[in-house]
């Protein structure tokens, strides 16, 4: 099958890969450029794992084909944490504890970065919505959304 | 597979047109990404659709309509204002399906394409009277957006045919319309019964009015005797009961595992009720 050549940014740097036309975004991010951050639960867009940022909108990666993305912004899992500094969002998840085998948490991770671009005083229902997306085999979602609601608070003093 | 990308949608018809294998458009991708991925559709030709100029605009039309691009995206539609407020019960019913990252892809175009009879988003399209701008090799037409879909997974759409855009008739005044759906939990489910209701006041009467099911037949359906239940009324509870009674009436639904035939015949009354409350409600400007 004749491979597309692709150019596109990445957690802002400019990058290339060979895609085969079939391949999703999700695809290309782990076996083409090594970014496995980003997860495949289901690869049908049912759980989230595959989550990433589209031109700032939050989309599944299983679902957009590499070939689609030509001249677009992309932001992964791996663009979150500023160096060896994590992300609020990160060290909430840690203090939290709202992970256990953490193959959800790339995906909640990159879904709530955007929510509290959005919106940075969430009410506790609004987290559970947006996030009904990402589907999480072991916390229960209770720490979670406990991460993400303490660090929207955080995020907001800082900003003050 | 090939991958198409046209700058016209005359040039994405002529590639659909001349195509032999199977062939799909690509816009949002949540349906069509799925079945590929599921081994149910291996497309020979895919077409996407997202470069063609215009795509992804929500424009105002001249009459003070509006044209809905075949890529605008769940999110694009909710967080434009002036459409939200002319057209409230389209935008909640497309905001209905899936997930904020399906949301981030899913279009109304590909939710009527789908042909599914539950698809959110076409019940609040037929009672806004949206039609569908088609093109062809051979120029273009407009339909109504119910004549779309023919039967589960099946649309009217011809082979070298494509919707080009969705329009959406200007709103007037002292009107207002809804959508509601039900679902066993909150969210992230498939509608057993969806009900869209679209209505225009004269003082307190009902002057006009358009209700739609989804999910009670083999299509989405306009049910012309349940808008007649309520016009010249002002919306009492003998109107109210009288639009339950035809709501109900008209259902031909499935018995399957997500609802009996009984329960849906009976939840599309009492979801036509609700619907046309919240319609009402906002007609008044409330
Ligand atoms: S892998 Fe994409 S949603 Fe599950
Ligand atoms: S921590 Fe294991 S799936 Fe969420």
Redesign the interface.
């Known amino acids: 099958?004749k491979k597309?050549h692709v150019t596109t940014k990445v957690n802002g740097d400019t990058v290339e890969f060979l895609a085969d036309?079939?391949a999703?975004l999700l695809d290309c991010l782990r076996d083409d450029l090594g970014l496995t951050g980003s997860k495949e639960g289901c690869?049908?867009?049912d759980c989230?794992a595959c989550?990433v940022t589209?031109d700032g909108?939050?989309?599944?990666s299983?679902?957009?084909?590499g070939?689609?993305v030509e001249g677009r912004e992309i932001g992964t899992i791996e663009g979150m944490a500023d160096g060896q500094e994590l992300h609020p969002l990160q060290r909430k998840f840690i203090e939290h504890a709202a992970l256990q085998c953490g193959f959800c948490t790339p995906g909640f991770l990159v879904?709530a970065k955007?929510?509290l671009e959005q919106n940075p005083d969430p009410t506790e229902t609004e987290v559970r919505?947006?996030?009904?997306?990402?589907l999480c085999r072991c916390t229960g979602y209770d720490k979670i959304v406990r991460a993400v609601m303490d660090a929207a608070a955080e995020m907001r003093q800082e900003a003050a | 597979m090939r991958y198409h990308r046209p700058m016209t949608f005359e040039d994405a018809a002529g590639l659909a047109a001349a195509a032999s294998g199977v062939t799909r458009y690509l816009a949002g991708g949540t349906d069509v990404l799925v079945q590929m991925r599921a081994g149910m559709v291996q497309p020979d030709d895919l077409i996407d659709l997202k470069a063609i100029p215009g795509a992804s605009d929500i424009t105002r039309t001249e009459d003070g309509g509006w044209r809905i691009g075949v890529a605008v995206s769940g999110a694009q539609l909710g967080a434009h204002e002036a459409f939200r407020a002319d057209w409230p019960g389209v935008v909640e019913g497309l905001e209905l399906v899936g997930s904020t990252q399906i949301q981030g892809r899913a279009t109304l175009t590909g939710n009527l394409c789908n042909g599914s009879p539950a698809a959110d988003s076409v019940p609040g399209l037929v009672a806004a009277g949206a039609t569908v701008e088609i093109t062809g090799t051979g120029g273009t037409r407009s339909v109504a957006v119910q004549e779309i879909p023919t039967g589960p997974g099946k649309t009217s759409l011809k082979p070298g045919e494509v919707i080009s855009a969705i329009l959406l008739p200007p709103r007037g005044e002292h009107a207002g319309d809804a959508y509601l759906r039900f679902i066993p939990r909150t969210e992230m489910d498939i509608a057993v019964v969806g009900c869209a209701v679209s209505l225009r006041l004269d003082g307190d009467t009902v002057s006009e009015a358009r209700v739609v099911l989804g999910a009670v037949a083999p299509t989405v359906m306009l049910v012309p005797e349940a808008a007649e239940a309520i016009i010249g009324t002002t919306l009492d509870e003998a109107a109210l009961e009288a639009l339950a009674s035809a709501a109900s009436a008209a259902c031909n639904p499935i018995d399957d595992k997500r609802g009996t035939k009984v329960f849906r015949i009976e939840v599309a009354g009492v979801l036509a009720k609700r619907a046309a409350r919240i319609a009402l409600t906002r007609a008044k400007g409330a």
Do not use: D, F, I, Q
């Open positions: 099958m597309t036309p079939r999703s690869g049908t867009g989230g989550s589209l909108t939050l989309v599944c299983c679902l957009v084909l070939v689609e879904a955007v929510l919505y947006w996030l009904a997306g990402n």
